[in-house]
């Protein structure tokens, strides 16, 4: 079954401090792979994304991601998270055999930035 | 911004009422996707449309649930005989311009089913 997998439920870092949320995946074939961030009450905004090619992928507000195909996973990381990065973030999967853009997504790791 | 408007952005009704969500999409998109977002977790896929046409459709989308895309432009997403269950974030999304598959979603609409 396809499934993407946010082990972390809640991350508390402190500000300035380094970030790395880890998402690994399920899926028949290596996917698209997406990082949204998801402020309260707000919709999703992409952060970054990887399809092809150098497996660290840089993003929008400073982000950075690397996919390992061996380990299905796709991290994000943060060098120094800054107390605005507090939010909730998902990681999500696509397929990259059809064109359905279906993306399948995790449930989630919030992030508490503390001062 | 990404484009994606969708209102009311907030709806609160009684168990058994009907509500409908609008979304207005990115205008170039021939794309327009629903997902639905419960509180905790990450969204989960609802439908799709291509042009007016229905492409796909979640099992989670029980017979009270229709959505349509008239002329192909903005799409509805109506609950009939709302029940507590369906409280959550309705998303819609339209597709990137690239082949790298990623959606940009709007605002969503936040329903609270008393």
């Known amino acids: 079954a396809q499934s993407v997998t946010q082990p972390d439920i809640h991350i508390t870092v402190s500000e300035g401090a380094s970030l790395e949320l880890r998402c690994n995946y399920s899926?028949?074939?290596?996917?698209?792979l997406f990082w949204y961030v998801q402020s309260p009450g707000q919709g999703l905004q992409l952060l970054l994304k990887?399809?092809?090619?150098?497996?660290l992928v840089q993003g929008i507000k400073g982000f950075e991601a690397e996919f390992k195909r061996s380990q299905s996973s796709f991290n994000l990381r943060k060098p120094s998270v800054h107390w605005s990065d507090a939010a909730e973030y998902f990681c999500a999967v696509g397929p990259r055999m059809d064109s359905s853009y279906k993306l399948i997504f995790g449930s989630g790791t919030r992030l508490l930035v503390r001062p | 911004d990404t484009g994606v408007s969708q209102n009311p952005r907030h709806k609160i009704t009684k168990r058994g009422q009907n509500v409908t969500f609008r979304c207005d999409p990115i205008?170039?998109?021939?794309?327009l996707y629903w997902y639905r977002q419960t509180l905790g977790q990450g969204p989960e896929f609802l439908t799709y449309f291509q042009n007016e046409a229905q492409l796909e459709k979640s099992r989670l989308l029980s017979d009270r649930f229709s959505a349509e895309r008239p002329k192909g432009s903005f799409s509805t997403l109506e609950i009939q005989r709302t029940e507590q269950g369906d409280s959550a974030m309705y998303l819609c999304?339209?597709?990137?311009?690239?082949?790298?598959?990623?959606?940009?979603f709007g605002e969503g609409s936040r329903l609270t089913v008393l």
């Open positions: 205008s170039e998109h021939n794309r």
């Open positions: 990887y399809f092809s090619g150098d497996t």
């Open positions: 999304a339209s597709p990137g311009q690239g082949p790298t598959g990623e959606l940009f």
């Open positions: 899926y028949g074939a290596t996917p698209y």
